[in-house]
């Protein structure tokens, strides 16, 4: 069973009531998502491996610590994974980016697919799925699905906001990937949104409501 480790860092639950505040405009909101997409990517990263060399500072050589040589892959979800990828970008700048475009049905709740551009050598990354939110778990469930079918294997999934029912269906069709997330809040309306979560992540990402 995949582990779901909720990042509650004080920074990270400030900055979350703002980006849930219905006042708070597309401006406000994608720089908020874009920073706490850095300080998740922060705890996410945790586990990194790291390896010894040796630096020479002004005054002497010091044993020092560096990433050991792991290639990292950040893949979106579209569209709103896209507000949190520059945030990750500031941490692991030399990650490859790619997308997977799928859509919910908005009568039947169901995900729709439509793109897929993973870098080349998924199957060699350490692969961090991102989406701010994770609601019935349809889109993140296809969306590791389109990884995996591609030879990728090492996934994490991060997101701002759960529902409890979405990381139980992560955790059932995909045991193997970790969730991190910086609420798991009380439940889904029937329209498949999360409350109280924050509305329509694309659309106050984007402003297109
Ligand atoms: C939102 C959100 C997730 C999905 C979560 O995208 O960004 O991808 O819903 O819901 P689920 O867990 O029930 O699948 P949406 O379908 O609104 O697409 P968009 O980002 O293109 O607007
Ligand atoms: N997608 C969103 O953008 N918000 C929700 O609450 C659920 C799905």
Do not use: W
Not at 26 to 43: G, I, M, S, W
Not at 71 to 77: F, T, W
Not at 95 to 109: F, M, N, S
Not at 130 to 158: E, W, Y
């Amino acid at each position: 069973m995949s582990k779901v480790h909720i990042i509650d860092h004080p920074l990270i639950q400030h900055k979350l009531s703002f980006i849930r505040n219905v006042e708070t405009g597309p401006k406000d909101f994608r720089e908020l998502v874009e920073e706490v997409a850095t300080l998740l990517a922060y705890e996410v990263t945790r586990d990194m491996p790291l390896e010894e060399v040796t630096i020479q500072t002004p005054l002497a050589p010091a044993r020092c610590k560096v990433i050991s040589g792991k290639k990292v892959g950040v893949i979106p979800i579209l569209r709103a994974g896209l507000g949190m990828t520059s945030g990750i970008l500031k941490l692991i700048p030399t990650a490859k980016v790619g997308h997977i475009g799928v859509y919910r049905d908005p009568e039947t709740l169901k995900p729709v697919e439509y793109y897929c551009k993973l870098p080349p050598d998924v199957a060699e990354r350490d692969l961090i799925l991102i989406d701010p939110m994770l609601a019935t778990g349809g889109s993140a469930v296809a969306g590791i699905g389109f990884i995996k079918q591609r030879g990728g294997r090492n996934i994490k999934l991060m997101c701002l906001i759960a529902a409890p029912e979405g990381i139980a269906a992560v955790q059932a069709a995909h045991p193997d990937v970790d969730i991190y997330v910086a609420a798991v809040d009380e439940r889904l309306n029937s329209h498949g949104y999360i409350v109280p979560g924050l509305g329509d992540a694309g659309d106050r990402l984007f402003g297109t409501k």
